[in-house]
């Protein structure tokens, strides 16, 4: 660290050098990010309440009553009539506590859980961390977890299944209905990563597209992840977790004595009061409205992009449910190589061998166009 410190201009105009080199959503490069452009309403409630740390609860009753408020916004879109939940640091730790909610709950001493390979990595650090057994099970054509499969891999050692709703990869959706009959019929914990999903799905449905079904209205879910920080256009960190009901609440509970509260949830300590408030403020600001027109705008760009690719000759892997483009050319892995060349950053999934395209609500009709033009030159 320097003797003396800088002036504040100095710090300013040091601090956007360092902004410059960053990649920027509105230059409408970034085609490889879950993460968007916060709404202006999240990134002035994040200001407001930077200092605001809900791991000390007692001292800041007005975050704690707008963590309130953000979780059962995102219940009530959810159908979790009698949910609780929290605001957390993003979806690797609301799957975090969901498996330890899980494995704590079940009890048993060697616990397996059941990961379709549509699941998400941070279920491998959660495996690692919580000593849990991952037991993967297949896809099926569309790249969906196997029900057939989940079904046999089951045990005494099942603390869980888990479900995703919005794969990272391709935005394919597990066929949460069937695997929740079977959560159901065995006793299993079935949770559902939505940490993409959870935000695009439930307006999907209210826009006429086709939506699985993948929430609480489901007997067998437990609990869902939910991003504020992906479609939720929140700032940076917002996870989401909802539980189904407080049963699991005792499962997830750590003493802190000497705080203000005598208990908290979350594995994060000292927690963003500042990341609550903004998701809180992009709920409040959009309503039900402003995200059906955001994932218009995301879909209406998915289907023109997925049918421009197919006429160029590239395959596209499946129909999205979701705002995420996945196709093929003769060399996927050179193509993505040859677009960062050009500025371009788009995803190369090496388990699939394909190009990974996310359509976010910084990208427009232009962008597009613009991706599509590269595209013809280097196919
Ligand atoms: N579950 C799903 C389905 C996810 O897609 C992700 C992240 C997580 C869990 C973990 O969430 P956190 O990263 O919030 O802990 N999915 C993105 C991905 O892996 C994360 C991301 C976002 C990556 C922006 C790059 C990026 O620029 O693709």
Known sequence: MRAKGLSRAEVLA????AHEK?????????????????????????????DANLGDPGLFSGSVQLEKEAVSSLAELLHGKSSFGFIVSGGTE????????????????????????????????ICSLLKLK???????????GSPSHVKQLINKNTVAIVATAGSAELGAVDPIDRLSQIAVKHGVYLHVDAAFGGLVLPFLKELGYVAPEFDFQLEGVQSVTVDPHKMGMSTIPAGGILFRDSTYLECIKTQTPYLTEDSQYTFVGTRSGASVAAAWAVFE???????????????????????????LGFEVLLRPTLNIVAFRSANSKLLTDKLRVRGWFVSYVPRLDCVRIVLMPHSTRQHVEALLECLKELR
Not at 293 to 311: D, I, N, P, Q, Y
């Open 14 to 17: 040091r601090l956007k050098q």
């Open 22 to 50: 960053d990649e920027k959503y509105a230059d409408g490069k970034i085609f490889c990010s879950m993460c968007t452009t916060p709404h202006p309403a999240a990134k002035e409630a994040h200001e407001l309440f930077c």
């Open 94 to 125: 609301a799957n975090l506590l969901a498996m330890l909610a899980a494995r704590n709950h079940a009890g048993v001493k060697e616990p397996e859980v059941i990961l379709p390979e549509s699941a998400h990595f941070s279920f491998n650090k």
């Open 134 to 144: 991952p037991v993967p099970a297949h896809l099926d054509e569309a790249f969906r």
């Open 285 to 311: 600001s959009l309503g039900r409205e402003g995200f059906q027109k955001t994932v218009h705008h995301c879909m209406e760009l998915t289907t023109f992009l997925s049918s421009k690719l197919e006429a």
